[in-house]
């Protein structure tokens, strides 16, 4: 099967610093990948989708400045959490479709646990 | 954009009952729809998914089915067991795109 691996599983750091999570297809080719969000008994929640080569498209209300989105290769993406702050603090999961392949399947990552304090 | 209504938040069970969870989407080009299994802390495990041109899919005592004229679509566990317990979340979207998640379901079932 499909593997994503995350790159921390999980991070605490100090209020106003920044933090990278790495995204990456491990044994397939992903030009595209989606970063979620999920607060404690709440949902997944779509940020944005990482295009390779390109800019990010971000869901409304995610704050593109503050979350920045980089898809430099067909199997890494990494998102940066910069100037984070306590409501930050959540489970950042990534996930991917199989580049060129008919399968609708997205394959997730084991995701971030992000704490700011 | 597409939204996901999942029913009910939460649901118990007893060991060998079914249990049923639905789910309404409203984007009539969604054309997949997976159900996931997530335990706390993990990643969304898929447990089984439909494609829009199926009605009915079923493995070994998961089912889903799907009406898309109603666009709703359905998990069926039957003979459920205490290792069924976990929060189920249903999704629809279009292939190659994000997936959008129904609020999930925190389904205990007892011995």
């Known amino acids: 099967g499909a593997v994503v691996s995350q790159h921390p599983s999980w991070v605490i750091c100090k209020s106003g610093t920044s933090v990278k999570i790495e995204c990456r297809s491990l044994?397939?080719?992903?030009?595209?990948m989606f970063w979620y969000r999920q607060f404690p008994k709440q949902s997944l929640m779509l940020m944005a989708t990482?295009?390779?080569?390109?800019?990010?498209?971000?869901e409304q209300g995610v704050e593109k400045d503050k979350f920045l989105i980089n898809h430099a290769s067909l199997t890494l993406s990494t998102l940066t959490v910069t100037s984070a702050h306590p409501e930050d603090s959540s489970f950042y999961i990534c996930s991917a479709p199989r580049t060129g392949w008919s399968s609708y399947e997205q394959y997730f990552g084991p995701g971030t646990r992000l704490t700011v304090t | 954009g597409e939204n996901v209504e999942q029913h009910p938040s939460t649901l118990s069970v007893q060991e060998g009952d079914s249990a049923v969870i639905k789910c309404t989407y409203s984007?009539?080009?969604?054309?997949?729809f997976p159900w996931y299994k997530q335990e706390l802390g993990k990643r969304p495990q898929l447990i089984i998914d439909?494609?829009?041109?199926?009605g009915e899919k079923k493995d070994q005592r998961i089912a889903v089915t799907l009406n898309k004229t109603a666009k709703h679509f359905s998990l069926h566990i039957t003979e459920t067991q205490p290792e069924d317990s976990a929060v189920y979340f249903c999704?629809?979207?279009?292939?190659?795109?994000?997936?959008?998640f129904g609020k999930g379901t925190s389904l205990l079932v007892t011995p």
């Open positions: 439909i494609r829009s041109n199926v």
């Open positions: 984007d009539s080009a969604s054309n997949y």
């Open positions: 990482s295009n390779e080569g390109s800019k990010a498209t971000y």
């Open positions: 044994d397939f080719q992903a030009t595209t």
């Open positions: 999704a629809a979207s279009r292939s190659g795109y994000a997936l959008n």
